[in-house]
């Protein structure tokens, strides 16, 4: 019989709660996968639209739009590498870095990705849990650190908690662990704003990783940027696939960068949005934490669930953090609320206040 190797066998599948989004009615409001909330800009659209048989006839030439990206970042295109998504980056840099039996690096609670890949090479996942209020675990993670770390993965600002950690901070612990590659995942960098890019003086084990899923609105064509030392990100290059990023995608990035001022114009709703939230959130006496990213967890307490489904039923999806799942640690009766536009956060408050008033009525949340 043909068996997989036991690393994948003793992996959880990860399945996202997308079942059934597709085939939602279009109204439905999805604020559960930190998604752009208007979609890509609208000369992204026209070349789309502009696309030929021709076009997708033939094999996608990466490294022209490489270059425009490397340029867009004030980096050398021997340091940029264009990816399929920033999944995809994860998973190159643990094939690139990691043998079995070495030990990857997580601060928790964090994206579910970082200890798949892992575990899929063979690694051991050391988890770090946050401090109190999801503060970085920095004296913790520095203690964890052992002649088989190999990779260090933390996301800047953090998924599902919103916080972010200075670049100083970051820096400190790839220049402890100079054996390890540190990927800082900055998926959320344009709703923050601080880049370890801006440190000219970075470490040869430092990679950078950017996404088009969020602020862009090009979840569905993946596409990311995995940026670091040339030639660590030689190294890379050479476990990815020639045409890991498609004809499609290649043909929309370049517009995309030209369009900074659609992106600027939906960053500033959405950090305008998240203080509104924040301050609505306040005055429902629910319990969140500052956030750096679009969303924002919030504890609802033993009525998450309930909370979820309320809002579902008004149209609107958030993410249920709420950890009967190992992997998100003190993330106990949380929700988390991806921030869009200023209509749909609008929208959000209205829905949150009914749902919030109506459990309250029942005492099903908590304060
Ligand atoms: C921290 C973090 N990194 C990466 C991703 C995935 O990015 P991409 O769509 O580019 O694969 C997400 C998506 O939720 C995320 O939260």
């Known amino acids: ?35 752009s909330t208007v979609g890509c800009s609208p000369r992204v659209l026209a070349r789309l639209r502009s696309l030929d048989a021709e076009a997708l006839a033939r094999y996608p030439e990466r490294e022209p739009v490489e270059r425009e990206a490397a ?17 995809e980056a994860i998973h190159l840099l643990c094939s690139t870095y990691l043998e079995p039996g070495d030990e990857a690096i997580i601060v928790v609670p964090t994206f579910a990705l970082y200890a798949i890949f892992a575990q899929a ?14 503060t970085f675990p920095l004296n913790d993670l520095l203690s ?48 923050h704003g601080e ?33 670091g030392d040339a030639g660590q990100m030689a190294m890379v290059r050479r476990v990815a696939s020639p045409y890991n990023v498609n004809a499609v995608a290649l043909a929309a990035l370049p517009e995309a960068l030209c369009d900074q001022e659609y992106v600027e114009h939906y960053v500033a709703e959405v950090q305008r949005g998240r203080g509104i939230l924040e301050r609505e959130l306040t005055s429902l006496g629910l319990q ?37 799942r190992s992997s998100d640690p003190r993330c106990e009766g949380c929700v988390r609320l991806t921030v869009g536009s200023s209509e749909h956060t609008r929208t959000l408050i209205a829905a949150l206040r009914e749902v919030v008033a109506k459990l309250r009525e029942r005492r099903e949340v908590r304060v």
Do not use: C
Request: glycine residues 6%; proline residues 4%.
């Open 1 to 35: 019989m043909l068996e997989a190797r036991a690393a994948v066998k003793s992996l959880h599948a990860y399945r996202p709660p997308l079942a059934g989004r597709q085939g939602l009615h279009l109204d439905f409001l999805r604020l559960d996968f930190n998604e």
């Open 71 to 87: 340029d867009f970042l004030g980096l050398d295109a021997a340091q940029v590498l264009l990816t399929n998504g920033v999944d």
């Open 121 to 134: 090479e063979g690694a051991r996942v050391v988890q770090v849990l946050s401090g109190e209020n999801f």
């Open 144 to 191: 964890r650190l052992s002649p088989r770390t190999r990779l260090i993965a933390v996301a800047n600002p953090n998924n599902p908690t919103g916080a972010a950690v200075a670049s100083e901070v970051l820096l400190q612990i790839a220049q402890a662990a100079p054996r390890a590659a540190v990927l800082v995942d900055e998926a959320y960098f344009e709703f």
């Open 195 to 227: 880049t370890m890019l801006d440190h000219a003086a970075r470490p040869e084990n430092v990679f950078v990783a950017r996404t088009f899923s969020k602020a862009y609105g090009l979840a569905g064509l993946r596409i990311g940027i995995l940026a």
């Open 288 to 324: 969140y934490w500052p956030t750096r990213a679009n969303f924002v967890l919030v504890r609802i307490g033993d009525a998450h669930a309930e909370f979820v489904q309320a809002l579902r039923a008004r149209g609107i999806l958030v993410r249920d953090r709420s950890s009967d």
